[in-house]
């Protein structure tokens, strides 16, 4: 049993040790390709600055230049000189401050019948899924920070994220530091209030956790220059908290305090014609495994009386690739349709552990499609399709699922919403490793929302 | 073991790409800063007045083509890019690229255009702004702009105010073409004054012509030709006019005598022409920016088809 357990952290510890060095390798020498350019660069200015020394009399001579231009200006009639002007408003370096809220009025057909998101409506009942405060502002000339605070269905406040992104880092390069969604996938990294249905597809939550892959972390990230496409590669590392009790298997967030999350992802972008665009993401990511009961009499496989399960603690690799597709022409004049197509799948890998003294490895996977349709300045059709348990293990079951949503924004700060879902597949139960085959059933649910936002909230990325 | 080499291969593959690309990178990356001065401005008609004052100093592209509302340009990847090579980037300020533009200037990992920087120039910074909210404002008045009515760019004052910031700007960044850069300012600022005075007996009948527009982005030029405005198809920014707003502004058109709408050509036109025909007005489409309509190439040709538009056929 020893051995079992610690042969897995020994490979692990290598892997990691390579991987780490593989990066850090390209990081090194994407710098060292980037400094040899800045020396160049560097080079030519010296030798500007040779062959025209700066000297006071060139200073004089530049600044009466720019008093004479300024004269100069002044003298046509076409142009005004320029003269102090009266203050715009209020200045304040208070951050931008915003709130936005989401109501949901609605019903499941079975509450517990399926996996929800931390920010769906939680069961049957007029709610207040969600209340975001966000306060976003530049920090210094280096950073900028970006708080958003989250109340979902009125269970506490929680920090959805707070981090802080580098503004002068050379070299093409970012640094984001907080608590920050993931770069994994696309619909990992958004808040609710980008989301075109009432509730996030099942996958994320099934895989990651009811939050997604949200943790303390740091991320660099590199726009890859001199190509003639978009191509920002990323690394990033995590402290995932471990799993709820009796929640679904996480992939992450096992393994004690000190182990950590990688995530590495590449995201290209291709404007194919004005009106149509491309966005594709890969990406990668290796953890270790994190589940719990709360009674550890009452289930079975348990690896230990503190209610850790046999799937607890696991080396695993998540693989997931995302594309986003939009048609929106450019001039509204002639329409205000537009068509955004949305397809995210992850698949999830536990290369090898053992259960009941059976050397075991387990591959889950699952997928989302999502068609939004602007069919009127003020009215988009969405459908999509979710697909579970593709393939299926014992921790994601076939689980296949239908949803339409009616969005009507009333203005660009608010919305109304109408979703309807119909699920069929195994109801979750943890720990069904013991093979008994559990319920397949079929749930509804049917849903009114209504999103609001106030004050100033930053723009979102495409 | 087998899956230890096949790790090590794994391995060996990533680090490869990873290698390839980092090559690949190193290969077309601009060797060393070009020659050019690369200027990015939110709208066109700023990229043709750096391209006055810059010269061939400088090579000036728009994000946003003349044919978009420039309220609601998406903020695609490829606009990165753009930003990611600017040495300057002009935007129009008062709050009209709010939607879009941040997370460019964040994303595009340029230090040298983001906010507070020199190759950040905020273009309203010396325009005597109009329609600043006096009083208490929120967003039951609709999508407002809280410091002023940023569509300022098209009477030649606000242009030549707007290319002299440009051109001392250009100077900072780039202080070899200062000498260049001033004379190119004052070339162009005297043709400015040329034009001005041609453009404005061109409009002389105009003046005092009562008038209805889309939203409120003719202000200024209402201002500069002396044209009265009366009323708005939207009865609030960014808000559609619902039946009983468009049927008190028939009244009001039909009581006042306006026989002029404005609209800039990405706003759909169905319900600006079912007005206008109930008030026996016409329906003006306005090029609002540079490339708005076939042969607007530069500042001067945009004000040309503007006063060829707006003077009775």
Redesign the interface.
Known sequence: MTAMTTRPHR?TSV?RT??AL??G??LV??LA??G??FA??AG?RTE?EGS?PVDEAEIAR?LQ??RT?GA??TA?????A??P?PP??FQSLNPDVSGIVDFAAGWFSDDDGTIKSGDDPQSTGIKVQEVELAFQQ?VD?YF?ADIYLTIPNLSGIEVEEALL?T????A???LKAGIFRAGLGRQNTQHLHLQDFSRRPALNAALLGVDGLRAPGFEASW?????P??L??AGSAFSVESAEPDQPLQTFGGGGRASLTYVGSA?A?F?VS?AT?I?VGLSYARGKTSQSVSDPSAARPVADGAGHTLYDGLGDNLYGADLYVKW?P????DT?ASVAWQTEYFLRQI??FSLGGEARRQTEGGLYSQVVVQTA??LYVGVRGELLGAPAGDNLRREVAGAASVTWAL???SRLRLYGEVRRGHRFLPLEATGASPDRRTAQALFLQLEAA?GAH????? | MR??QR??NR?IV??GV??L??V??????????EAKVRVVTTIETFADLARQVGGDRVEARALA?G???PH?V?????L??EL?RADLLVHVG?ELE??????LV????N?KI???QPGNLDASA?I??QD??ATKID?SL??IH???NPHYWIP??NA??V??EI??RL?AID??G??AY?AN??RF??E??RR?VEWEKRAAPVRGMKVVTYHRSWSYVSGWLGLQEVGTVEPKP???APPSHIAQLIGLMRKDGVKVILME?????NTVELIAQKAGARAVVLPSDVGAAPGISGYFQLVDAVLQKLLPP
């Open positions: 490979r892997r390579r991987w593989a990066a390798l390209a020498a994407a390709g980037r040899e350019a160049a660069e030519k500007e025209a530049a230049a720019d231009a100069t200006a046509p009639p076409a142009v005004p320029p003269a002007l715009r408003g530049v000339p900028r992104t503004t002068q880092l050379p093409n390069l970012q726009l890859v220059p001199g190509l496409f978009y920002v590669l995201r972008f404007p004005d665009s966005y929106k450019v001039n509204q004049a205000y290369p090898s300045r003020r203005s660009e700060f106030i930053g723009a979102h990325p495409f | 899956r230890r790790l090590v391995g990533v680090g990873l290698g690309l980092v690949a990178a190193a290969a077309f990356a601009p060797r060393a800063a083509r044919t978009m509302d609601f998406e903020s695609k990847p490829n990165v890019l990611n008062l709010i939607g879009w533009l941040p997370p964040l994303g595009s990992r230090p983001q906010l507070g010396q005597p702004v600043v909210p967003r609709g999508d809280p410091q002023g030649p004052g030549g105010i290319a002299r051109a001392e100077a202080p070899a200062a000498a001033k300012l004052e600022t005297a400015l004054g001005r960014g808000i559609p050509s990405f706003y759909p036109r």
